[in-house]
């Protein structure tokens, strides 16, 4: 069945370091994949996406790469800062031009920054 | 221009009642995500609205239903409550262009349930 797992459930990383947050994923039809970070008491607030048809997006201090081969994302946050500590995680569509009709969310990763 | 917006806050109901969640999308969307948010996991999706009718579902039994109205606002019922309906229902936003919708999703602050 569906089903996305991240490989750690807590992070913690020094101010100013980067951070990876990994996701697996088990669904090879998904193509689109999102990550989001949710503050607590609020909502998940989206970070970055990446359709199926592409290895990487980087937007600002923030990378997604997605490696279908061994179906696998990650977020990489660049020179972390308070703000980022959050739970982070990862949604797949479940299935091709899906589009965000039906995300299949993962557990979440605590991020911590330590400053 | 606010967000989306999701209403009441908190609610606390017992097993059996019924519960009706309320939500209104950001400004210029068309299409409503439900999901079941329990603590400490990942947001479930429960279905999805679009042009007033339910264009996606997840694994949530028929007592989960829901509706949106010609303003794109819409609503979350849950009949016969169980204790295991407690949860943060959350809401999320987005237009659709046609098709298939890659658009992001907005989420709302979400409606703490609790079944006592």
């Known amino acids: 069945g569906e089903s996305v797992g991240l490989h750690l459930p807590t992070l913690s990383v020094q101010e100013g370091d980067n951070s990876i947050i990994n996701c697996a994923y088990s669904?090879?039809?998904?193509?689109?994949f999102i990550w989001y970070k949710q503050e607590s008491g609020k909502g998940p607030q989206f970070i970055i996406d990446i359709r199926s048809n592409m290895d990487k997006r980087q937007g600002q201090r923030v990378t997604v790469l997605l490696n279908k081969t061994v179906k696998h994302l990650s977020l990489q946050i660049a020179a972390t800062q308070p703000g980022d500590s959050a739970v982070y995680f990862c949604?797949?569509?479940?299935?091709?031009?899906?589009?965000?009709?039906?995300?299949?969310f993962g557990t979440g990763t605590r991020l911590t920054i330590i400053p | 221009d606010a967000g989306v917006t999701q209403s009441p806050t908190h609610l606390i109901k017992t097993r059996g009642q019924q519960v009706t969640l309320r939500c209104s999308p950001k400004?210029?969307?068309?299409?409503v995500s439900w999901y079941q948010q329990a603590l400490g996991q990942g947001p479930q999706f429960i279905f999805q609205y679009y042009e007033e009718e339910e264009r996606q579902r997840g694994n949530f039994p028929d007592r989960f239903s829901g509706h949106q109205f010609p303003n794109y606002s819409s609503e979350l019922n849950v009949n016969a409550l169980l204790l295991g309906d407690s949860a943060l229902y959350l809401c999320a936003s987005s237009w659709t262009s046609g098709g298939a919708s890659y658009n992001e999703q907005f989420f709302g602050p979400g409606t703490r349930l609790t079944v006592l």
């Open positions: 949604a797949e569509n479940g299935g091709p031009n899906f589009g965000n009709e039906k995300l299949t």
């Open positions: 400004s210029g969307h068309d299409t």
């Open positions: 669904n090879s039809a998904s193509d689109y």
